[in-house]
């Protein structure tokens, strides 16, 4: 039997193999839409030049040549330009990557449990519990996220852990509320009844039976938040709040070259571009997982 | 083994608060077979609920195995287990057979897991190709079978079923109910059968009560059902209604409160 067959078997021999099966048949489907591969595929590159930036990297990132400042693209040695202290601008984006990856990830990791952990134990619970939470999630949700995050990177110290601690505070929110929502339509499903007859503790449902049926709907809008999570990263890191120089963070890198916007546009555009590849990229992918994902399309 | 004493379930507070269930009182012996019928809405189902532990807003006295179920004791849960009507409705979507089975031995902390689930799955005509897959490929009566034995799986002493086969095709209809019938006999097992299909209950059932607007109109055993000589003038009514569709008979029906 070949691994393919044995993969969409329908009599699997393990937890393992069934598991392993349906993430299969997931890919399956994933692979069907173009475009959704192709976020991926930028995704995964992304994640590449990151783990292998010094070997990627054709300069040193932050080794300054004020005789060769301001080139143009396609110059010898510098095919991407340098920007105006003589760094070249495709070293410091292969480094960036390392960034926003850095924040993105923890972000993602930050705030994605503590929406699980609040939307379900809200809806699971209901009565005060949810009343109390809720009201804590639109506090939170009542201000723009950038302001707050400004607010709370001002009150914090500029920084790039601040800023991610920051974003994470201002982007949990909506996860609640989606945990929250999908708790709402399982809590009362006759499934979870059986577990409460079977004796499960609250949190044995919470985390063993509630939980694994909001993940994907929320690993769907993570995956689209991460396009917003780069942008508010990039914005502070433009507004001077987030990576501080000389770091290579693509925003900053953008603040910077908007003083040569005009006669030396590479400068702003390049690492602008960057954030557009990536951000488009993560939507995609985002896309692609919800056709996937949605347990309402599965057959 | 079950006792019921002027069981009252509300529904909602003040002004919206309705009476499912309006006094019921019943017993069911050790090993016996108990069905509870009526037509939509009369409280039969509630009953069950309350029965369970599921539904906690009711008053009266509820006791299986001498066991009150008002306190939710932990030994509960090894005495008393539930089928759900809808097969597609009560198995986790993300959990393949094996942890459906295996959940119920883990909560409790009971070895040997792997060797209980096959066993579980052959009790109820299920070959182990069926243990690591999901509930979406499965058919109605697969789930419904997996669904008794999730059930069973801590070998309880009485199964409470609520409408197990009302939402199956009618040839599947009767494998699970004669599924039930040979379990019954294996384990031993005291039953309450909630229907509204006199013809299931005839055939699973020694004795059952027939409910209305949340009330117990008449209860009798099933020979008397079997002779269609009913007490009561609302059974007899539910029995002519089960033959099927007749324009004469249902011009003359009337409401009973």
Redesign the interface.
Known sequence: MSWRAALLS??????Q??KLG?LYRGWLRFRRNRLAVLGLLIVVALVVVAAFAPWIATHDPYAQNLAQRLLPPGSAGHWLGTDEFGRDIFSRLVYGARITLYIVVLVALIAAPIGLLVGTAAGYLGGWVDAALMRLTDVFLAFPSLILALAFVAALGPGIENAVIAIALTSWPPYARIARAETLTIRN???I????????GTG?ILV??VM??CVSSLTVRVTLDMAGIILTAAGLGFLGLGAQPPMAEWGAMVSSGRRYILDQWWVATIPGLAIFVVSLAFNLLGDGLRDVLD?RQ?? | MISVRDLVVTFGHGRDAVQAVRGVSFEVAEGESFGLVGESGSGKSTVLRALSGLNRSWTGRASIGGLDVAKADRRLPHLAQMVFQDPYASLHPRHTVDRALSEPLEIHGTGDVSARVEAALADVGLGPAFRFRYPNQLSGGQRQRVAIARALMLRPKVLLLDEPTSALDVSVQAEILNLLRRLRAQQRLTMILVSHNLAVVAHMCDRLAVMNRGLVVEEMDVATLRREAPREAYTRQLLLASKGYDRAVAGRMVSFD
């Not at chain 1, 329908?10 to 937890?15: G, Q």
């Not at chain 1, 009844?193 to 499960?200: D, P, V, W």
């Open positions: 329908d009599t699997p021999r393990s937890r193999e069934a349906a499903s006759d499934y009844a059986a577990a409460r007859l079977q004796g499960a044995r063993r039976h694994p049926l347990p599965k057959t």
